[in-house]
């Protein structure tokens, strides 16, 4: 498969920015899959559902309607684009996303969202385990400090106090928990191609993924 383009890494690596250009420029749509992870967090949070209680996930992924409107994301009907983008919730997600019945709850809604092709699909385990499949692979990189500072900056508009020291550590605890669980960790295969954006510009990253690119 060639045009479902895979693109893996850590927080912060610029996975999102990168991606919505690159499927811009290709006229392909574009699927972030840590918002689904999210999007299950901000549900799970609304109803009190904790991530060992296994039964309460269960019914909860068998019930969850997950829908995108162009930027937009909605759980169940509610607009949660901007709810979803919290420390809170991004803590939450990794824990949640640890859950084996999270993750085969969100596998189908993920493929089928792209089966029929033309897609720029990004997150934690779209090559390994999304699209295996996939002739396109990447793995986004960046240093530890560089990714803190992005997320810094990102998260600091809505929370204009918190510190790029708790950013850092709240990303390496994220690192360590999304490449050790057992269920799809992150994981960079030989057939990736690795890049480290740690110096180069968004524009300066897309460039070097198309003349990668097997279509
Ligand atoms: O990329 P993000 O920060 O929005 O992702 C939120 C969390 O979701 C991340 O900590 C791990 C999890 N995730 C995952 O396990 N698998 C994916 N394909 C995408 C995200």
Redesign the pocket.
């Known amino acids: 498969m060639k045009d479902v383009i895979t693109i893996d890494g850590p ?1 912060g690596a610029g996975k999102g920015t990168v991606s919505r250009l690159l499927a811009g420029k290709l006229g392909y749509k574009y699927l972030d ?3 689904l ?2 999007a299950v967090a901000w549900k799970a949070r609304a109803e009190g559902v904790g991530p060992d209680n296994e039964e309460g996930l269960k019914k909860m992924m068998d019930n969850i309607n997950i829908s995108f409107n162009g930027d937009r994301i909605y759980v169940d009907g509610t607009d949660v684009t901007s709810g979803i983008r919290t420390k809170e919730i ?1 803590e939450m ?2 824990r949640f ?1 640890a859950e084996p019945v999270v993750r085969s709850g969100l596998f189908s809604i993920q493929r089928e969202l792209c089966i029929q092709g033309k897609a720029v699909i990004e ?4 090559g390994t385990t999304i699209f295996p499949e996939s002739e396109n692979k990447f793995y986004l990189d960046a240093g530890l400090e560089e990714r803190a500072r992005r997320r810094h900056e990102e998260l600091k508009d809505k929370d204009p106090a918190i510190r790029l020291e708790t950013t850092l550590e709240d990303i390496k605890k ?1 690192d360590a928990r ?1 490449s050790s669980r057992e269920t799809s960790p992150l994981k960079k295969t030989e057939d990736m191609v690795y890049i480290d954006s740690t110096s180069l510009s968004v524009d300066e990253v897309v460039e070097k993924i198309m003349s990668y690119l097997r279509l």
Request: hydrophobic share 5%; proline share 0%; glycine share 18%.
């Open positions: 927080s899959t840590g918002a992870y999210r991004g997600s990794s996303s997150g934690r385990d779209t994220r999304d």
